[in-house]
């Protein structure tokens, strides 16, 4: 495989990816955005936390979908995450959805 194929593959998975966000996004009310991943959820639960000294942050989701090209199930019941970055959490509203 060339590097021009590899660069077209991986253009076309972020293409589908990007419409099938386009399809979801009218399902869910919150956009997270962390770190590592941009996840959309119809519950969110944002705790702050500390440890030794450190803060961090534990976010619960239910119902979500993870933006992720390489994941073959993107729709999920439950997630929990953990970071140490600032954790971005925005509710949608009704013309936001529509794309």
């Known amino acids: ?3 021009a194929d590899l660069e077209n593959y991986e253009n076309d998975m972020e ?3 990007y ?3 386009r399809d979801v996004v009218q399902l869910f009310s919150y956009v997270v955005e962390t ?3 941009f996840y959309l959820a119809n519950r969110v639960d944002l705790q702050v936390r500390s440890a030794a000294g450190e803060v961090y ?3 619960h989701l239910q119902d979500a979908w993870v933006w992720d090209v390489y994941r073959s199930k993107r729709f999920v019941k ?3 995450v ?4 600032d954790v971005n959490v ?3 509203s009704r013309e936001e959805l529509s794309i």
């Open 90 to 92: 925005e509710e949608l």
């Open 35 to 37: 770190e590592r991943r």
């Open 19 to 21: 419409r099938e966000y």
């Open 57 to 59: 942050f534990e976010v």
């Open 78 to 80: 439950s997630v929990r």
């Open 1 to 3: 495989m060339s590097a």
């Open 82 to 85: 953990v970071t140490f970055k």
């Open 15 to 17: 293409l589908a990816l």
